[in-house]
């Protein structure tokens, strides 16, 4: 598949039809062999590809999105289909009225819609082993093995680019949910800073952590995405609207400072996950180690947190339908719901404490290099995974160096290493690193990201088979 900068470069110029290119997006789409897909919606397609021909066709520039076939998580609203959330319970939802904003802005700039993306349900979880619509598969599981997880929870949006069925998806995170799957797919992912980028039309896990953000196979596909989804919306009060500040088109990092986060980020991983760091941090010449203080007491209060906020959203539906849900989703839910207060209130002056220490960090650097993933990704279905001697369940340790940072709203890109097998991941897995910066400043994430890119350090690993 081309990328989206070049499909939209096509599309503008005339040599190609947004048509051709919805058509051969929807029969991927549907021949979709990862279970990234939850619905594929032909009609509408056909429809905005239609209109992105009529416009080039009377000397009208669609936008820079111009014919892109875009799929996303299904809990962004779709017009006239349910929003999942990847439950069975929302399944007897009324049809969304419109599309979520961030939908409508791709929609403005030119993109397709073709569909809505498998997740864990109420996208809690990280491996998107959905009791309801079945697992995601990761599209790199080594042949003739058990299959991979995808990462979750925004696990069909991470398998949909990384196969090659679209080549921009969106997903959510809360503790993660778009760098783990970015990291285990090995494709490139934008977790903005908390209030860059409008939630509106997104079912939220936990609003205080909740963020939305772009998969893509390339950094300029993943600035072009986060560009065109910027705008002010009033209908999310927790948006800080700055006005637009897209990506830069450069990818000199003169003047930054860019170090390796230590201490909790250093251990609790496999050894490929510290090798992504360091291959990441040679290329960059980084050799300064920094300590974000206090990470492994953020990423428990995160827990209790999110526990909480989620067992709230969904209380009602716990007492009339507990049967409904994912059953592991359930008595997590339940778990939150029966959190005494004072346990919520310590969590909640714990990260606020956190959040203050860790700012200290960018007086001595402007980018930290931080794993994304502890491992590469297990077969779907396996519980407990060791590391450090110890063995420690799998999905919650998925988030152990995602969780310090969402939880205080940073910015972070995924970078997926471009030869995994160069640095001794299992297999050949993908595997990526978190590049992480203070908040607002996604302008030097990309920045570096491009940088790495064009040394060839940073790109999906090529899909085999």
């Known amino acids: 598949m081309n990328t989206a900068a070049e499909t939209a470069r096509a599309v503008r110029g005339g040599p190609l039809r947004a048509s051709e290119v919805a058509e051969r997006a929807i029969a991927a789409a549907k021949a979709d062999r990862w279970n990234a897909f939850t619905a594929v919606t032909e009609t509408r397609a056909r429809a905005e590809a239609a209109a992105v021909d009529a416009a080039v066709a009377a000397g009208r520039d669609p936008g820079p999105l111009a014919g892109v076939p875009v799929a996303v998580k299904n809990l962004f609203d779709l017009a006239g289909l349910p929003t999942l959330a990847g439950s069975k319970i929302r399944r007897s939802a ?7 904003f961030l939908v409508r802005q791709l929609r403005a700039a030119g993109a397709v819609v073709v569909g809505a993306l498998n997740m864990d349900e109420y996208a809690y979880g990280f491996t998107t ?10 599209p790199h599981g080594p042949g003739g093995m058990p299959p991979r997880m995808a990462g979750g929870s925004s ?36 977790k903005p800073t908390y209030g860059r980028l409008s939630r509106q039309g997104a079912f939220l896990f936990a609003a205080s952590f909740d963020h939305l953000g772009p998969f893509a196979r390339s950094v300029e596909d993943l600035a072009l995405a986060y560009a065109a989804m910027q705008g ?14 897209p990506a830069p088109a450069t990818a000199d990092i003169g003047g930054l400072r860019i170090a390796v986060a230590d201490d909790h980020f250093a251990r609790n991983g496999h050894a490929e996950a510290f090798a992504a760091v360091a291959r ?6 980084a050799t300064s ?9 953020g990423r428990a209060a995160a827990f209790l947190i999110t526990m909480a906020e989620g067992a709230n959203l969904h209380l009602a539906d716990l007492r009339a339908r507990p049967d409904d849900f994912d059953k592991a989703t359930r008595d997590r839910f339940l778990a939150g719901a029966l959190l005494p207060a004072h346990w919520v209130q310590q969590a909640q002056r714990a990260r606020a404490a956190y959040r203050r220490a860790a700012m200290r960090v960018w007086e001595a650097c402007d980018v930290l290099i931080a794993p994304a993933t502890p491992y590469v990704a297990p077969e779907i279905g396996r519980e407990m995974i060791e590391v450090d001697g110890q063995r420690i369940p799998i999905q919650p340790n998925l988030g152990v160096f995602t969780q310090p940072i969402s939880c205080i709203g940073w910015p972070v890109i995924a970078a997926p290493i471009a030869a995994p097998a160069a640095i001794g991941t299992p297999h050949g897995l993908p595997i990526g690193v978190q590049l992480v910066a203070p908040p607002w400043r996604e302008d030097a994430l990309f920045r570096v990201a491009a940088h790495l890119e064009r040394l060839g350090v940073c790109a999906p690993p090529p899909v085999k088979g």
Request: contains cysteine; glycine residues 10%.
């Open 289 to 297: 180690r920094v300590t974000v203080p206090e990470a492994a007491r």
């Open 280 to 285: 990441v941090a040679d290329a960059l010449s």
């Open 129 to 138: 082993e959905n009791e309801h619509d079945g697992p995601t598969r990761n």
């Open 232 to 245: 002010d919306d009033p209908e999310d009060p927790a948006q800080q609207w700055r006005g637009a500040e």
């Open 155 to 190: 696990g069909g949006s991470a398998a949909a680019v990384a196969a090659g069925l679209v080549p921009i998806s969106l997903g959510s995170d809360t503790n993660g949910s778009i760098r783990v799957p970015a990291s285990l797919c090995g494709v490139w992912g934008l």
């Open 94 to 100: 009324a049809p969304a009225a419109r599309d979520a």
